[in-house]
Each structure stands twice: as structure tokens, then as C-alpha cells.
């Protein structure tokens, strides 16, 4: 009797505790939307974009796909650069029969092997004549830590290594057809980074979440590094989108997902509301010559106070010399 009166204790205290963390999450969450997001912005800029060669990667889902989209609305060729064949042809498909433009086509690449990276961008020079908009979209979360081939923390490699190599390869096409756009998608979770330069690689680095942060901070100190560096007409800014319900949530435990995914459908961002700032960096015309910022419901925004002209500099030449070892 006793024994029973213990483990119904237990298991009172245990689902006590369990709804206390709901609660508390959802508290965090709504927090969040209502504190740091109050408004969704909008692109209203209304340029063509007839001429002009769009590359977005991740450009077969979420996003990255409404990006593609509107983009591709505007009369650009758009080309989507995704690892998924059947998943981006699909989107292809859908991105034509929306938009009745038929100079949307897929190019196969993996973020998370920088042989991909280098075979996918060598074949880009060479086929393509010109790339006005370069779009860093795709990313990873959720994903179990683990070192790629190439000997990088996945989380890192895909949002942050992947894109800077494959800009850093197609910035002689970039500069050949300026004035053109390097637009990174990063989130405001870099706020909450905990990056240590001597492990910018992220193999010691514990914890998804810091990982994930360290990752968005990078492309933050990265746009910034690129902001320097070119001086031909290249301009490079970073994004927040806000929080929104794509397929990035995919991979996180079941108990976790539903219950953040039920609760983004009710109060965050959907996937095209999201696309908005990344739309708006690459057509707004008043934007041709700003570079190194950081934006939010297409307004500038401040970054975090731990973003210094000395750790932007640090990080671009540490990660120089990964990409090319």
C-alpha cells in the first residue's frame, strides 16, 4: 500500500512538473512573439527582376521556396540549389505553374560535403553567365551532433562552412555581374551564441542549442567580413526571418515538435510572411549599395553587442583557412 502511495506520488509530481514546463514554454514562446516580433513585415517593392539570374539555396521547401517564388514572379530565372532531387523538382513544377515563368530549373547540391559544394559551383561558373542575387537560405536544426566528411560539426558545416564556401567560389561571377546581392538568412538566436574561435568548427562545442546559435552568429560576423572585403559592387547583408513553421522543426523529438509546431501555427510567421526580409534585401532598390547590416521584418536591426570589427575579423581568417585546407 505504501509502495502504491509513493509511485502515484511520483507520478503526481512528474505530470505536475510535465504541464509546468508547457506552460512555461508556451509562456516563452507567446513572450517572444509579442515582445520581439509585434509586426510581420512586408516587401512592397515592386521591381522586375527580367535579366537577372537568382540562386537560392534550400529553394525546395519553406522559406526558401516562397523566396524562389517571388522572385521568380518578378521575371528572374531562379534557379534552387537543394539536396533532394524529387523533393526540388516537385518545386520547380510548382514554381513555374504559380508564377507562369518558365526559367526555373534545379541544381543539385549538399551543403554538408564541400566536394558537392565544389562540384556544384565549378559547373555553375561554367554554365551560367551570370548570378545577380545569391540567396544563403538553407539550413539545418535539430540535427544530433556529429562531424561531416569534411571534419565539421554538421550543424556548422550546413549553416554556416557550406554557404561560405560556395560564396566564396562564386564570387568572381557575383563581381563579373555587378551590382548584385549576397543575401544570408540567419536568425536572431545568434544573440544567445557562445562561440569559442579556437573551436569554430564546433567538434567540442556541447550543447545543440549552442551550436545552432554559434552557427547564426557566424553568418552574422560573415556578412559583416564580406561587407570589408568586397568593393566591386557586391553587397552582402543578414536576415532574421522570425520564427517560422517549415520543415527546419522536423528533425526535433516528437514530444518537442508537436507541441512547438502547434503552437508557431497559432502565433508565428508563415513560411511566405517569413520570405519577406530575405525578398525585400534582394529587390529593394534603396538597398543597392548598403551592405554588413542586419535586418528584421525588413527594417535594420541591432546585432549583439558581441559582434566586434575584431571577432569578425578573427572568424573570416580562421574560416578561410578551413575552407581551404
Request: aromatic share 8%; proline share 2%.
Amino acid at each position: 500500500m505504501l509502495l502504491l502511495t509513493i509511485i502515484s506520488w511520483i507520478v503526481s509530481i512528474a505530470l505536475k512538473l510535465f504541464f509546468f514546463l508547457v506552460l512555461l514554454l508556451v509562456a516563452l514562446i507567446l513572450g517572444y512573439r509579442f515582445f520581439y516580433e509585434p509586426v510581420k513585415g512586408v516587401c512592397v517593392c515592386k521591381r522586375d527582376l527580367k535579366g537577372r539570374t537568382v540562386l537560392v539555396t534550400g529553394g525546395n521547401s519553406g522559406i526558401g521556396l516562397e523566396t524562389a517564388r517571388d522572385l521568380a514572379k518578378r521575371g528572374a530565372k531562379v534557379i534552387i540549389a537543394c539536396r533532394d532531387a524529387k523533393k526540388s523538382e516537385d518545386a520547380v513544377t510548382d514554381i513555374i505553374n504559380s508564377t507562369q515563368n518558365s526559367k526555373v530549373k534545379f541544381k543539385q547540391l549538399d551543403l554538408s560535403k564541400f566536394e558537392s559544394i565544389r562540384r556544384f559551383a565549378k559547373e555553375f561558373n561554367e554554365t551560367e553567365e551570370r548570378l545577380d542575387i545569391l540567396v544563403n537560405n538553407a539550413g539545418c536544426a535539430g540535427v544530433k551532433k556529429k562531424p561531416t566528411e569534411d571534419g565539421i560539426d554538421t550543424v556548422m558545416q550546413v549553416n554556416y562552412f557550406g554557404p561560405f564556401l560556395l560564396t566564396h567560389l562564386l564570387l568572381d561571377k557575383l563581381k563579373a555581374s555587378s551590382p548584385s546581392r549576397i543575401v544570408i538568412v540567419s536568425s536572431y538566436a545568434h544573440v544567445m551564441a557562445r562561440l569559442n574561435v579556437e573551436d569554430l568548427k564546433g567538434l567540442k562545442t556541447k550543447g545543440y542549442w549552442t551550436r545552432y546559435a554559434n552557427s547564426k552568429l557566424c553568418n552574422v560576423l560573415w556578412a559583416k567580413a564580406l561587407a570589408k572585403h568586397l568593393t566591386n559592387g557586391v553587397t552582402a547583408n543578414v536576415l532574421h526571418p522570425g520564427v517560422v513553421k517549415t520543415d527546419i522543426f522536423k528533425r526535433l523529438p516528437d514530444v518537442y515538435r508537436d507541441i512547438v509546431l502547434k503552437i508557431i501555427t497559432l502565433v508565428f510567421k508563415t513560411a511566405k510572411e517569413g520570405a519577406q526580409t530575405t525578398i525585400h534585401l534582394c529587390v529593394a532598390p534603396e538597398l543597392v549599395n548598403a551592405t554588413g547590416g542586419y535586418y528584421r521584418d525588413c527594417k535594420p536591426e541591432k546585432v549583439s553587442s558581441v559582434v566586434t570589427e575584431e571577432l569578425v575579423d578573427k572568424v573570416w581568417e580562421e574560416s578561410l583557412k578551413i575552407i581551404q585546407n
